[in-house]
């Protein structure tokens, strides 16, 4: 039978336009399933900082509401080394299928960009964002036996002082090396860094007086600060934070140049699919709505982020902003 070659060109256009439907169809179908039935395993959730730092303290604060949400267990695996970008790199490496996932920060996903130009990801390109989970406001803090009394003293002495003090961090990249980064170029100094596998153990030296200061994120100091084991000069925000209403902010003791704080994110690798992105948002949403899981974070001077900034695509724009940000500050460090 002659068949011509336009009716057997519409009839291939119609078979191939019925297939992509099918096909778009499947699809649909699957990633309903999908978000049904996910998670059918534990989760392990990779923490780019050693156990006890700010970081740790959020995602175990979080997940463990999220698990009960998700029914399966959230395991923390602590990954320390080069700032945190060690740990993300794995996770951008991992399979994304939402059981590996990252909670990272400033640092990780921000900072690292001019810090590293050799770096093995992008945090815009290599991740799908899930959800932010608190901002974290920084301090100036120090040894309980640093000389200086106030945040005043403190600009002078290490002005004047610049080649004998140093300041702990958890390394290149770490939001506390980042944040005093920026303290250090208002301040136009350079003292020595000593880096640390994470700000647990740096505070720690902090404690001990093995380093004279840091700047470091609140959940990581409130306990030192309120036990007398270190002192706190001042927050770098424009409010005192409750937890802590006795320590004065940067502008209110002399050095309103210096505002930074932190946030902590979670993130998944780029693929995921967006009914698990979905899945995983919602179970953060819900704990983040919990009254004990917002008691503990705001004990901890967490600030807790509003619905519209707990959204995939607001921590998409945050990120995307903070790069923006911290690229002109951080740039000159290289």
């Not at 707990?310 to 000159?332: D, F, H, M, Q, Y």
Request: a neutral charge; charged letters at 15%; glycine letters at 8%.
């Amino acid at each position: 039978m002659f068949v011509s070659k336009g009716i057997h060109m519409t009839f291939l256009r119609a078979l191939t336009g019925a297939c992509a439907a099918a096909l778009a169809s499947l699809g649909t179908f699957i990633a309903a399933a999908e978000a049904q039935t996910y998670p059918t395993r534990s989760i392990t959730m990779i923490v780019p900082f050693a156990a006890g730092g700010p970081t740790d303290v959020v995602a175990r604060i979080v997940t463990s509401h999220m698990a009960q949400t998700l029914g399966q267990s959230i395991i923390i695996e602590n990954v320390v080394g080069a700032g945190g970008t060690t740990a993300t790199t794995r996770a951008a490496r991992a399979a994304n299928d939402g059981y590996t996932l990252i909670t990272g920060h400033m640092g990780t996903h921000a900072a690292s960009v001019p810090l590293y130009p050799k770096l093995a990801y992008h945090p815009e390109k290599d991740f799908e964002p899930i959800a932010l989970l608190a901002g974290t406001p920084i301090l100036i803090l120090a040894r309980k036996d640093f000389p200086p009394k106030d945040l005043n003293e403190f600009v002078a002495y290490v002005k004047a002082n610049a080649e004998k003090v140093n300041a702990a961090h958890a390394g290149v990249g770490s939001v506390s090396h980042v944040s005093c980064e920026l303290l250090h170029s208002i301040l136009d100094i350079k003292p020595v860094g000593v880096p640390f596998n994470g700000t647990g153990p740096a505070m720690n030296a902090l404690v001990g007086g093995q380093v004279d200061y840091m700047c470091d994120q609140i959940v990581n100091a409130v306990p030192q600060i309120n036990a007398g084991t270190i002192k706190a000069y001042a927050i770098a925000t424009p409010e005192r934070n409750p937890s802590l209403p006795n320590v004065p902010t940067t502008a209110e003791a002399g050095l309103p140049k210096f505002q930074a704080q932190a946030w902590n994110a979670m993130f998944a690798p780029k693929g995921t699919s967006p009914a698990v992105v979905a899945s995983l948002n919602a179970a953060a949403v819900k704990a983040l709505d919990d009254e004990t899981v917002r008691k503990r974070l705001l004990e901890l001077g967490s600030v807790i982020p509003g619905p519209a900034e707990r959204t995939p695509e607001s921590l998409a724009a945050l990120v995307k902003n903070e790069i923006a940000k911290w690229t002109p500050v951080l740039k000159p460090a290289t």
